[in-house]
């Protein structure tokens, strides 16, 4: 990843040097016997480049389609891709894996309670749970319920999706006022 964002600002880089440089440069005898022979030396670079990261597409497509992920279907002169349900969990689980609850500039004074009740033979689904909510950052206020000063309902949904709990089971709040949050303001950086 980081190779990657570092080739694409070299490739930025290079680009608005060159832009520049051919402006300033071309007015000058000696810049097309100089600037010719770097800008077709560059050129097959990236098409070496372009032609791998091509063959590395296709390779990732063709094992998706192997493994049953991705499905394929011709519809007149069109091809339409889609998601199995395997594909879909997958999916789901990259989706869990990165998930982040957005902080908002300022804090609208609004509390959001989750709580959830996930019975004992599901122990592991609830710590499971447990440990997530801790990991995006929410006050843990007693054992089943946590605390957020943000927004976080779409966050709350793939939580749901994921461990396939209903709304009886983890439900949202909304508070205007907790009796004695000067831990949890702490905790936030918020007033």
Not at 57 to 81: D, M, P, R, S
Not at 100 to 119: A, E, M, T, V, Y
């Amino acid at each position: 990843m980081k190779k990657n964002k570092r080739e694409i600002t070299k490739i930025i880089l290079k680009g608005i040097l060159l832009a520049g440089g051919i402006a300033i440069a071309s007015t000058s005898p000696y810049f097309v016997p100089r600037i010719i022979p770097d800008i077709i030396r560059y050129a097959k670079y990236r098409k070496k480049q372009k032609e791998f990261e091509k063959k590395k597409f296709y390779n990732a497509f063709y094992k998706l389609k192997t493994k049953g992920f991705i499905k394929i279907e011709y519809k007149g002169k069109q091809i339409h891709v889609s998601l199995t349900k395997e594909g879909k969990k997958w999916a789901g689980r990259y989706q869990f894996d990165d998930l982040k609850i957005k902080k908002s500039r300022r804090w609208d004074k609004k509390w959001r309670l989750l709580i959830f009740d996930i019975p004992d033979k599901n122990k592991m689904k609830r710590e499971a749970l447990r440990g997530k909510l801790k990991e995006l950052g929410l006050f843990q206020l007693q054992k089943s319920v946590w605390l957020c000063p943000y927004e976080f309902k779409k966050e709350v949904d793939i939580l749901r999706s994921f461990f396939g709990l209903t709304a009886k089971e983890m439900n949202v709040i909304l508070a205007y006022e907790i009796e004695d949050d000067k831990e949890a303001k702490l905790f936030f950086h918020i007033k």
